[in-house]
């Protein structure tokens, strides 16, 4: 199991994440994006300084995506994001990815803040982040609309005395 960066090839794979509508849901976003969006996207931000993307592999296989956003560089946070296709949910995969993407943020970037924004309804997702040592700072009500309503999320965030705290 390994992490790299994004590259254009792997843009399929994004496109076919980014159209599965379970997985969109809880990334409160359209599960609807063409090939091309996707592609045009890619390019724009190439270059960006506030993002950075990865892809998670088992040999060949790739498993899902796992994103630094937003990244600030005066106020040093950034949010991460990750997707791990669902057939390969429960393997340590996204265990992994998140280790290795915040440590990369903390130890890399210097990031003093790693946060993340969660549909209150998703347990499993909650249950990975406490262990990851995510805690809770609080409930942006209906901040969400997907799937015809308004959602509630919770916004969870670790610092990185503690994330270091705890590898020390």
Not at 31 to 51: C, I, M, Q, R, V
């Amino acid at each position: 199991m390994k992490l790299r960066t994004l590259e254009e090839k792997d843009l399929p794979f994004v496109h076919e994440l980014n159209n599965e509508h379970s997985i969109m849901t809880y990334w409160f976003r359209e599960p609807y994006e063409s090939l091309t969006k996707l592609k045009h996207l890619y390019n724009k931000h190439f270059l960006d300084a506030s993002e950075r993307r990865f892809v998670v592999e088992d040999g060949e296989q790739l498993v899902g995506i796992v994103e630094l956003v937003g990244i600030d560089h005066i106020h040093r946070n950034c949010e991460i994001q990750i997707i791990i296709k669902p057939e390969f949910g429960g393997k340590g995969y996204a265990k992994y990815a998140f280790k290795e993407t915040i440590d990369y943020a903390f130890n890399t970037l210097n990031m003093y803040k790693v946060f993340l924004y969660v549909d209150t309804t998703n347990e499993k997702a909650v249950h990975i982040y406490t262990k990851q040592g995510f805690v809770m700072e609080g409930t942006l009500k209906e901040h969400f609309y997907t799937n015809g309503a308004y959602k509630d999320a919770y916004i969870m965030s670790i610092f990185k005395k503690d994330w270091l705290g705890d590898k020390e």
